[in-house]
């Protein structure tokens, strides 16, 4: 199973609130889970990232929380500001067979939409 | 100094035509991607090229052909497109082939009448 579950579709969160997305995935293949944050008309870019072998990450107000035995993690974005209001997308990367080789590849979540209002 | 470009941002076409939407990286990576964005943002990935070498190769329509001249673009053509086909097509690239830190494109909007 390659799919990413990811929750809520939408936040909205006040000023200085913490914003909490989810995600959760079945395949134990995957060994590096990134998040993308999407502005309106622009292409994802990496915001976070983190491997299984820690249960936490923190870059600034960004933190990443990884539950391996539950297979899920989730994004806390502390002092919410309204220049987060973006999509965040979770991912999942991992290792995969064809018939003729091996390859990684990136399994996106479905995005959740955030609204940070003053 | 734009990392990954696409040309153009914006298409309009009728149903029936042919298309091509073409990518370049100047970051020195050796991978590649082609995705598609949809109305509610699903994100999937559609090729992936490492060394001009096609890796990924989801389950694509045969209207849908990359073609990677050198490793640093990556085209996209698109035949006989169908409303279907409207949506953000992002083009992507990595350092390796191992999946890690993707850097995307600003996007090419692509509507189907």
């Known amino acids: 199973q390659q799919q990413v579950k990811q929750s809520p579709q939408s936040l909205i969160v006040q000023k200085g609130g913490i914003s909490i997305i989810n995600c959760a995935y079945e395949?134990?293949?995957?060994?590096?889970f990134p998040w993308y944050q999407q502005f309106p008309g622009k292409g994802p870019a990496l915001l976070i990232a983190i491997r299984p072998d820690v249960s936490e990450k923190k870059e600034g107000r960004f933190t990443i929380s990884f539950n391996k035995s539950a297979k899920q993690f989730s994004l806390h974005i502390m002092d919410s500001q309204p220049g987060d209001s973006a999509t965040y997308f979770c991912a999942a990367s991992g290792r995969f067979r064809s018939a003729k080789t091996s390859y990684d590849k990136v399994i996106f979540g479905p995005g959740t939409s955030l609204s940070v209002i003053p | 100094d734009t990392a990954v470009s696409q040309t153009p941002k914006y298409l309009v076409t009728q149903m029936g035509n042919d298309k091509s939407i073409k990518c370049e990286q100047n970051l020195g990576h050796d991978t590649m991607y082609w995705y598609k964005q949809d109305s509610k943002k699903f994100l999937k990935i559609m090729f992936s090229?490492?060394?001009?070498?096609?890796?990924i190769n989801e389950t694509v329509p045969n209207r849908f052909s990359p073609k990677s001249p050198d490793k640093a673009h990556l085209n996209l053509h698109i035949n006989s497109l169908e409303l279907g086909d409207s949506a953000v097509y992002f083009c992507a690239s990595s350092l390796t082939w191992t999946g890690e830190t993707q850097y995307f494109g600003p996007g090419t909007r692509l509507l189907v009448l």
């Open positions: 090229y490492n060394n001009k070498e096609l890796i």
């Open positions: 395949n134990t293949a995957f060994d590096y």
